[in-house]
């Protein structure tokens, strides 16, 4: 990850702050938690989170703080920081740029921070999981919502038959950020590593360790 520096903003910014940083790396996280991510961390006043693409979003200042303290919406040459996001075949391809002035950079940055930790960190839910081959089940987010099966191992695949948290699956192997399946009836397909969680058959000590390491 290496940063870069400009003296302008992207084209399309019009009025608004200059670019002064902006940051290249891949992620671990797909593209829906990155914005996410950027929403909650980034959107917050007196910035607004704003989609601008389907692969990309902005953070822009609405509101500033005046010389008496007082907060004002006529806000001279607004402060930003945009997020693009691009599944690649080693993760997810980011950049985050961010403008001058006080609150963009800072901002920019942690959201870099967070997301570049990479697959190796063992506190994000992103963490390189390579669980054993066996018993597995949907996270409990899915409970009530089909999951319909990936054909093949990437995003841009068709999707297949619906399972739900109560179908019995069975993890066969790994593939980048997806595991293949085989559901109870015998048919197999791709679902995302992160939506999946050991499910021992047997509530043993052992089972209950291995559910905590890898799920």
Not at 29 to 36: D, I, L, N, T, Y
Not at 59 to 65: G, P
Not at 141 to 168: I, K, M, Q
Request: charge should be positive; aromatic fraction near 8%.
């Amino acid at each position: 990850m290496a940063p870069e520096s400009a003296e302008t903003g992207p084209a399309d910014t019009g009025r608004l702050a200059a670019r002064r940083q902006t940051w290249r790396f891949v992620a671990a996280a797909p593209p829906r938690e990155v914005f996410a991510v950027m929403e909650q961390m980034v959107g917050i006043p007196p910035f607004r989170y704003e989609i601008t693409g389907p692969d990309s979003a902005r953070a822009i200042e609405v509101e500033r703080k005046g010389f008496f303290g007082q907060w004002s919406r006529r806000v001279r040459r607004p402060r930003w920081v945009t997020c693009t996001a691009r599944l690649v075949e080693t993760g997810t391809d980011v950049t985050v740029e961010a403008s001058r002035g006080r609150g963009a950079l800072p901002r920019g940055l942690q959201l870099v921070v967070l997301l570049s930790r990479g697959d190796r960190d063992r506190r994000t839910i992103y963490r390189d999981r390579h669980f054993p081959n066996g018993p597995v089940t949907l996270v409990a987010s899915w409970a009530g919502t089909p999951y319909h099966l990936y054909t093949e191992p990437r995003f841009d695949a068709p999707r297949g038959e619906g399972v739900l948290t109560a179908t019995p699956l069975v993890s066969l192997g790994h593939h980048g950020a997806f595991v293949q399946v085989r559901i109870e009836k015998g048919t197999a397909g791709w679902i995302e590593r992160d939506q999946l969680v050991p499910a021992p058959a047997v509530a043993t000590r052992e089972a209950q360790v291995t559910t905590a390491e890898y799920g």
